[in-house]
């Protein structure tokens, strides 16, 4: 991918990340001042496309704005450059998505 676009993609990530970021610490926030527990939370947001939506979102930025960062990183780091350096970045930005999805479908999905 050329710099220019990796660039325009990971501060437009930073932006959206942003917002989502300071929401959910206002959930987290939220959930421990009313004293929560895991099995109410997961009751609140079962089956629910708003919290599925949002976090399907979170994740997809984190795993674009991370693995284009360590893409910088491991560059810098390891002089890893070219093909090498896409594709960790490309396998973390993978990885990053199937976890993180995987976390939202246990949080969010059919009860």
Do not use: C, K
């Not at 676009?5 to 437009?12: A, D, I, K, P, S």
């Not at 991370?66 to 896409?86: F, K, P, Q, Y």
């Amino acid at each position: 991918m050329s710099a220019g676009l990796l660039f325009l993609l990971q501060r437009g990530t930073a932006i959206l990340l942003a917002p989502l970021v300071l929401v959910h610490l206002g959930v987290v926030l939220y959930a421990v001042r009313d004293g929560l527990d895991a099995a109410e939370i997961l009751a609140r947001t079962r089956g629910n496309l708003f919290w599925a939506g949002f976090y399907g979102l979170f994740v997809l930025a984190v795993s674009v704005h991370a693995s284009i960062g360590l893409r910088a990183v491991l560059a810098e780091w390891t002089g890893l450059r070219g093909r090498a350096a896409d594709t960790a970045a490309l396998a973390v930005a993978f990885l990053l998505l199937l976890l993180g999805m995987r976390a939202v479908w246990a949080v969010v999905g059919a009860p």
